[in-house]
């Protein structure tokens, strides 16, 4: 079955950078493009950027351009976020999400989810 | 950028209701509008795409219509496990892009 799994929670200071994993299993990684949303405490959900699996194109959200960066290792079925100089106001969960064959961002699959928090 | 309004942002209704929630777009989308449903501390879960498509395995009491700029999700009776954030989510391809709605926060009268 299909399944991607985030790595785990973390703890952050201002100005720090964290990356988080998303290892998927049950399909042909390179077949679907993964795309990345937060959600802050008590917020809606935001979308963060995509990117293919097959080939590694990327899309940023406006916002996030020049403090994210989308990687795959395809050897390991991994999909990876790094956010950079990060901010109180990056605190949110963290979901990855596989891209359909109807679209490469409509998500039917979605990881549990990471908790980042920034704090001094 | 689309900018995507979504009303209301709460809703209160009985078991067995009929439930109607509307999104906006700010520019015509044509029928890229998905809808998700998302539970309390849960990763959301696709209910609708492409405006009106349900998606396999959601229950046929979750409809959604419209194009263009105006589109609505209807749960035809409202049960207790429907109990959820709502929201809509506009995409598009080329490059991939997506704006969410700001949400509806559904409870139970």
């Known amino acids: 079955q299909v399944q991607l799994v985030q790595s785990g929670a973390e703890v952050k200071k201002p100005g720090a950078s964290v990356k988080v994993s998303c290892k998927a299993s049950g399909y042909t990684f390179t077949s679907y493009g993964i795309s990345w949303v937060r959600q802050a405490p008590g917020q809606g959900l935001e979308w963060m950027g995509w990117?293919?699996?097959?080939?590694?194109?990327?899309n940023y959200a406006q916002k996030l351009q020049g403090r994210v960066t989308m990687t795959t290792d395809t050897s390991t079925s991994t999909a990876y976020m790094e956010l950079r100089s990060l901010r109180s106001d990056d605190t949110a969960v963290y979901y990855c999400?596989?891209?359909?064959?109807?679209?490469?961002?409509?998500?039917?699959?979605w990881g549990q989810g990471t908790l980042v928090t920034v704090s001094s | 950028d689309i900018q995507m309004t979504q009303s209301p942002s709460s809703l209160s209704a009985s078991v067995g209701d009929r439930v109607t929630i509307t999104c906006q777009a700010s520019?015509?989308?044509?029928?890229?509008l998905n809808w998700y449903q998302q539970k309390p501390g849960k990763a959301p879960k696709l209910l609708i795409y492409?405006?009106?498509n349900l998606e396999t395995g959601v229950p046929s009491r979750f409809s959604g219509s419209g194009s263009g700029t105006d589109f609505t999700f209807t749960i035809s009776s409202l049960q207790p496990e429907d109990i959820a954030t709502y929201y809509c989510q506009q995409y598009d391809n080329l490059p991939p892009r997506v704006t969410f709605g700001q949400g509806t926060r559904l409870e139970i009268k």
């Open positions: 999400a596989r891209g359909t064959i109807f679209g490469v961002v409509i998500w039917d699959y």
């Open positions: 492409d405006a009106s």
């Open positions: 520019q015509d989308i044509s029928n890229y």
């Open positions: 990117i293919s699996a097959y080939n590694g194109n990327t």
